[in-house]
């Protein structure tokens, strides 16, 4: 009965031990992907402010868009 008690003893750190690497796991990957989301939200925001100023440069350049160089 001794070797049962130990063994399930045993099993039980074995399990808490676990048990606490996956929660730092579980947190460190948490914050990575936070991280992410803040970094992913600047760059849409940059993106969404490049394409207004294209948008204001294309409208504001003289003559048409598309026009063949003079030399054609």
Known sequence: MTNEIKSLGERVDALEM??????DAIETLNQTITAQWKQIDVLTRKIAELG????????????PANEPPPHY
Do not use: H, S, T, V
């Open 18 to 23: 676990r048990i606490a690497y996956q929660d």
């Open 52 to 63: 207004e100023r294209l948008q204001e440069a294309e409208a504001n350049a003289p003559g």
